[in-house]
């Protein structure tokens, strides 16, 4: 559990219990965003080409493990963005604590009116730094506690921020992000790797990394992928994009920007494919067209 004070504590499991029941009294599973829409995917969509033409989903092909699916819709999502800004504040992170303020702030200075941001540091445990907020005064008074000690318990930190603090949000907020600073290492968490991806592909929450340089020098790791390929895997497969520590004004600029200006909600039916597998999910567009989106979708049944 994300520690914190107990008052906090309190507040954030009663909200996720009101959550929970509205879930299941709406109809809406907490494992996948299907309704009675179908199945929903975010989809980032750009156009490259210079036209000033809306994106519409007869520019689209959508396919599940090769087979096309009929897109019933396609919209713009102008709605406020949810960003969890994720920091390793682990002992050994070839990073300063001044380095991961300053790339915890850039959002601060880049998010859109009705954004909001959530900080949380980790190592062993997962510490709320600050709640949901977009007074920059606020975070940078909260940034104070970083600290870096311990081992960097990387998933389980994921798993703890789905659960506590974006599941609450949905079904009613979609754009819902997590930007993770780190290096991508993990060393110690109960949660495997492949179950946090299932989850955040579940959900539909994208994640975008800001990488410090890999303090294992690209060893092997028993198990579980070598940190670069966590960074790789988190940000590709969930539609996001990795930056790099030294770029991380950019990155934050490009982060608020995508998610205001280039977010979209795509609906349809699954036909053809099974709800108890695993389904690899293909988009492509016209050209003069780029779009990103998760590459798989969790098994609806288990």
């Not at 819902?176 to 579940?202: C, H, M, N, W, Y």
Request: overall charge neutral.
């Amino acid at each position: 559990m994300i520690r914190s004070t107990k008052k906090l504590l309190q507040i954030v499991v009663c909200f996720a219990v009101f959550s929970s029941a509205t879930l299941a009294q709406s109809g809406h599973s907490a494992r996948n965003l299907t309704s009675a829409d179908g199945t929903i995917l975010s989809v980032v969509a750009e156009r490259t080409d210079g036209k000033t033409d809306p994106i519409k989903l007869e520019n689209l092909y959508l396919y599940e493990n090769g087979i096309e699916q009929k897109i019933r819709n396609f919209s713009y999502d102008p709605s406020p963005s949810r960003i969890v800004l994720l920091v390793d504040n682990s002992q050994t992170l070839p990073a300063n604590i001044e380095a991961l303020k300053k790339a915890t702030m850039e959002f601060a200075y880049e998010i859109y009116d009705g954004d909001q941001l959530f900080v949380i540091g980790y190592d062993t445990k997962a510490e709320i730094i600050q709640e949901w907020t977009d007074d920059a005064e606020k975070i940078e008074t909260a940034l104070s506690t970083f600290r870096k000690e311990g081992n960097p318990y990387l998933f389980d930190a994921i798993d703890i921020t789905i659960s506590e603090v974006l599941a609450p949000l949905m079904p009613g907020t979609r754009k819902t992000a997590i930007v993770v600073i780190s290096d991508g290492l993990d060393r110690g968490s109960k949660k495997p790797f492949e179950k946090v991806l299932d989850r955040l592909q579940q959900q539909n929450i994208v994640v975008y990394t800001i990488q410090m340089p890999d303090r294992t020098g690209g060893a092997y790791r028993r198990n579980q992928p070598k940190a670069r390929e966590v960074v790789k895997q988190l940000s590709e497969n969930t539609g996001g994009k990795a930056f790099s520590i030294e770029e991380a004004q950019t990155a934050a600029k490009y982060i608020c920007d995508e998610l205001r200006k280039n977010r979209y909600l795509l609906s349809y039916f699954p036909t053809n494919t099974s709800s108890y597998d695993h389904r690899r999910v293909f988009l492509i567009a016209d050209e003069g067209i780029q779009v990103r989106t998760k590459t798989a979708q969790p098994p609806n049944v288990k």
